[in-house]
């Protein structure tokens, strides 16, 4: 059985093991993701997508914005990543600028997101139409940060589109880190499945690392993943949800072949453990909080 890569480094940071906790709008916040830290076996984690304009204008205000408060992290979440998205070069490297002073280990560049009121932006998976604009906005968050620099992608607009190979050819030529590829199209969404076989493309196109993401609902999944593609390290997001154990249960069934299958009884303990951290945490948004992980968790 092939094994899960022990790490994976990003420019100077070495990610042990290669696992990743993929950004999930309105779910990765600093509670879920140290909730996600305690288990073991998530190598890094990434905030939720934030604005870029909305870092930039909060230089200048009186108390934090809601942008800032999507990067509120605390130190066990280390390596930890900040995703950005947006369509303006400047704008972004303004707020990759501040994310590095926040102290984030890595920024992240989000192209992928399928979502409309993002693409009617030109933000996210929007920005695989325009791979010049994508070419400046590379070049100018590199040019403001020295910490790694990171992008997740999709393959491509639709399916007379796919323009994963070229983004990371050129991603690499830029200087940045490593990529992750979500091998859908934008207008698949979440539907359909992802094409794995575009994720060994662009993986045996590429020198940087490859980090693979979409359809890991088990361990079995991951490994497989790796074995089809060669890919470097997985990213695995919505099963994280009903499953906040999944990283862990990859590194063992990596290592023995067999995992760990939690009790009815260790659900109840988990599910007691995070809404203590979110009221201990005392977020206006809370309760909602609670319903959300609960729909999910049961």
Not at 135 to 147: D, F, G, N, P, Q
Not at 239 to 258: D, H, K, R
């Amino acid at each position: 059985m092939p094994n899960l890569p022990p790490f994976l480094r990003a420019g100077g940071v070495e990610i042990r093991p290669a696992t990743v906790l993929a950004p999930m709008a309105g779910i990765t916040d600093t509670v879920f993701r140290q909730l996600i830290r305690r288990q073991g076996g998530c190598g890094l984690i990434v905030t939720e997508f934030t604005s870029s304009h909305g870092i930039a204008s909060s230089v200048n205000a009186r108390k934090p914005t809601r942008s800032m408060r999507y990067l509120d992290f605390t130190p066990e979440e280390h390596p930890i990543a900040a995703q950005l998205f947006g369509a303006h070069p400047e704008v972004m490297a303004q707020a990759a600028a501040l994310c590095q002073q926040q102290g984030f280990d890595l920024v992240d560049i989000n192209f992928g997101c399928p979502v409309n009121k993002v693409v009617r932006c030109n933000g996210g998976s929007g920005l695989l139409r325009d791979l010049p604009l994508v070419e400046s906005i590379l070049k100018a968050v590199r040019a403001a940060i020295t910490i790694p620099l990171t992008i997740k992608i999709r393959s491509g607009w639709d399916e007379s589109d796919i323009v994963s190979v070229r983004v990371g050819r050129m991603a690499e030529d830029l200087g940045v880190d490593a990529i992750t590829l979500h091998p859908r199209t934008r207008q698949q969404g979440y539907s359909g499945r992802a094409d794995w076989s575009r994720l060994a493309e662009l993986n045996a196109a590429v020198r940087i690392p490859v980090i693979g993401n979409g359809d890991i609902v088990n361990p079995e999944d991951a490994i497989r993943m790796v074995d089809q593609t060669g890919c470097d390290g997985i990213m695995v997001g919505r099963a994280a949800l009903s499953n906040p154990w999944i990283f862990q249960q990859i590194v063992e069934y990596s290592a023995t072949g067999a995992y760990r299958t939690p009790t009815q009884e260790d659900r109840h303990h988990m599910i007691r453990t995070y809404f203590s951290m979110l009221m201990e945490r005392g977020a206006p948004d809370t309760v909602g909080r609670m319903k959300q992980f609960a729909t999910y968790f049961t």
